[in-house]
């Protein structure tokens, strides 16, 4: 599509954004559909932040998704938030609205989504979430939401973990929530006794090379689930899948979290074949 005055944008915010694909999945799609929009990254350092959300309402900016580190701290420069950010406490997702800029959290429904269709059963298990940032609290909230019974919260700041384990044990006072520290030599015993193992942390994306637990952990018995994308297979999925682990990695979150967005933006359906079309030949080649 070519550009105009009347060419509608949408992009992501976050510090960095190197690794991105949503650029090349939002605008192949708005091309095949003849939409007039385009999407574009800023990369916005924190001390930025307050200034990059004035400039989309100045700008007349329709929409953006928020990534590393700015879903926990966006919330603050926003109008209104969705009942599902609120509980979350995080934004990955920002479009306009009668009422100035809402805050939603399409990344909670984007996990469920790539669990369901995978078949999943998260009824009375026992999950291990490494990471409590803004990507590790919509996993959380959405495995407690969806029948998972006992969570194990670990972070590299545990001051994070405890507050995600305090929020999670005020909204689902029935589950079991536990945080443990990267360094207490019980992890690995916590580790092998969980169901589904969740990286919501960094580590292991291109080019880093490196592991956020110890891999004799894992086994045949459990589900292992990264939600980096790039690489498509991780040091951890891989140490996973070698030891006869289900494994899955993140372009599943990435496809429906930004179908979601899509929506929110567009007012029309996601066209999910294609999204998914573009990710694959991006990452698979």
């Not at 694909?21 to 307050?50: C, G, I, Q």
């Amino acid at each position: 599509m070519e550009i105009s005055a009347h060419t509608k944008i949408v992009g992501l915010i976050g510090y960095p954004i190197g690794h991105t694909l949503s650029p090349v999945m939002h605008n192949t799609v708005f091309n095949k559909l003849k939409l007039n929009f385009v999407y574009l990254p800023f990369e916005v350092r924190p001390e930025d932040l307050a200034g990059a959300i004035k400039g989309m309402r100045g700008l007349g900016i329709v929409g953006l998704n928020v990534t590393i580190p700015h879903k926990e701290e966006v919330k603050k420069y926003l109008d209104s938030l969705s009942g599902e950010a609120e509980m979350i406490g995080a934004v990955n997702c920002i479009y306009r609205t009668d009422g100035g800029l809402r805050g939603d959290n399409t990344d909670g429904r984007g996990f469920l989504r790539s669990l369901t269709e995978k078949e999943i059963d998260l009824e009375g298990k026992c999950a291990f979430l490494i990471g409590a940032g803004g990507a590790g609290r919509a996993c959380a909230f959405m495995l407690a939401a969806n029948g998972v019974h006992r969570i194990i919260l670990a972070d590299k700041v545990t001051a994070k973990a405890n507050a995600l384990g305090e929020d999670l044990t005020t909204e689902f006072p029935l589950s079991s929530i536990r945080v443990i520290s990267l360094d207490d030599n019980r992890i690995k015993d916590c580790i092998r006794g969980s169901d589904m193992v969740v990286n919501a942390t960094p580590v292991g994306m291109r080019p880093d090379d490196g592991l956020v637990i110890d891999p004799d952990c894992l086994h045949n018995g459990m589900f292992v689930y990264d939600l980096i994308y790039n690489p498509i297979e991780t040091p951890l999925l891989r140490a996973a899948r070698e030891r006869g682990a289900k494994t899955l990695n993140g372009m599943e979150m990435l496809l429906y979290q930004g179908a979601l967005s899509f929506e929110l933006w567009t007012g029309k359906k996601a066209p999910i074949e294609i999204m998914w079309q573009v990710l694959e030949e991006r990452l698979k080649g």
